[in-house]
């Protein structure tokens, strides 16, 4: 097998993009930001989920997984395309019906949701809650141009994130994407398909998702979100699943599956329950799921080196069974530089302990401190252990963490922004467990123009590590 090409890349989200709007976008900055990329030598962007968002932001737990965010869509560039001609108007029809298994769904869920004043589905009238197929024909007659129009605007950003892909292509950097395994008990999929999900009367959860008590909470963490009736998934062949990860797949070159160890078992919590104490564990069928994936994946020419484009998060309590999946399909798991000086010497995310090149090792994520932020919190003999694993003092934490992951043996490097210009939790974007109003929401606060000299020094250190030429994207979405 051949392995993946050495790589170094970003972690960025578009909606902290500059740009005129509340939200970053997927414009002219993120064409900028590609260029500059490609530039450099960056062969990879990282994205987290490209769907709606919920109530607080978070694009972990969206209202429809396999939309894209309507606060993505350009609008100068929606204002360029609006010249209507048959042949833009027959490739939107064609790309309605070859859609059709989400697309109709998502339209009918966010025109229902509008008319209901956002009440979640269960609480529609019973016709509709139940997709009685009489209430839906008349529904659809009704509003058929409300339909129409939300159609419409995922096919412009259908548009828009396809001129982006060939602009990454271009360049030589690859797209990562991120798809939470879980999704949204409030959401198309689940209203639309609830017999594979785990429901009781009514819609209401019967078994939900979330993760046991462990060091860090004694309760353990409360998702909220219907488990799967594997079941079901099983007889129908799996196809709400593959084309789920088909969908991503087709706009990323690579894809980063969000709790990967749920794939081999899950932990299932009763419905009722206001905390995760009382679940149990449950097998997943993960290897017959990635075996049908890797099948389909193959007979189309879209494997990368032989393997499927998939990025396991593999982080925390990590069984023999789920690294056996993991590995059995040549998958890349993840090491997190931030959580590796505590002191034990048989901590996996030491570098000193990161082994062959199946990883992508970040500074930090998403949901993590800065890495500025994580150096201020760390006590005197924490810091102690970071400098004798660089072999200097600390005084740019996220730079020096990054040269340790670029010497690691990893074929991918991801430093999120907020390390490269060396910010501190003010930019933080994320803090996993709240709902505070700096989640999701920090923006770049300078022109793409103003990271030339970031980037430039990120580029370099890569080439002298190995990660230099970008090379070709090979996403599959045209």
Known sequence: MTPH??????????????????VGTIGAAAHQWLELLG????????????APTDST???????SGSALNPALLDPEGLAASRTETPERRRAFRRWRRRE????RDHCRFMVLRRLHDGAPWWQWPAEL???????????????AAALEAEALQQWHLQCQWQALQHTAREQGVQLIGDLPFYVAHDSAD???????????????????SGVPPDYFSATGQLWGTPVYR???????GFRWWLARLERQLELFDRVRLDHFRALQAYWSVPGGDATAEHGRWQLSPGWLLLGLLWLRCGLRGQLQAGRLRLIAEDLGVITPAVESLRDGFGLSGMKILQFAFDGDPANPYLPANIHGAAWVVYTGTHDNATSLGWWRQLDGEARGRVEAAVGAPVTAPGWQLLELALASPAELVIAPLQDLLELGDEARFNTPGTTGPNNWSWRLDRPIAA?????????RLAAAAGRGGAGTGTGTAN
């Not at 090409?5 to 509340?22: C, F, K, S, W």
């Not at 932001?57 to 209202?63: A, E, F, L, T, V």
């Not at 594997?230 to 129908?236: I, Y």
């Open 5 to 22: 090409q050495r790589r170094a890349g970003v972690l960025l989200h578009p909606t902290a993009l500059p740009g005129p709007g509340p």
């Open 39 to 50: 530039r450099q030598g960056i062969g990879a962007w990282q994205l987290l989920p490209l």
């Open 57 to 63: 932001g978070s694009p972990y737990s969206s209202p």
């Open 100 to 103: 059709r298994s989400w697309l």
């Open 129 to 143: 809650a139940q997709r009685r197929p009489g209430a839906l024909r008349r529904f659809d007659r009704a509003q």
């Open 190 to 208: 689940v209203w639309a398909r609830p017999g594979l999900f785990s429901l009781g009367r009514g819609g209401a959860l019967e078994e939900q």
């Open 230 to 236: 594997w079941s079901r998934h099983l007889l129908s």
């Open 451 to 459: 990271l030339e000299g970031p980037l430039l020094g990120y580029g």
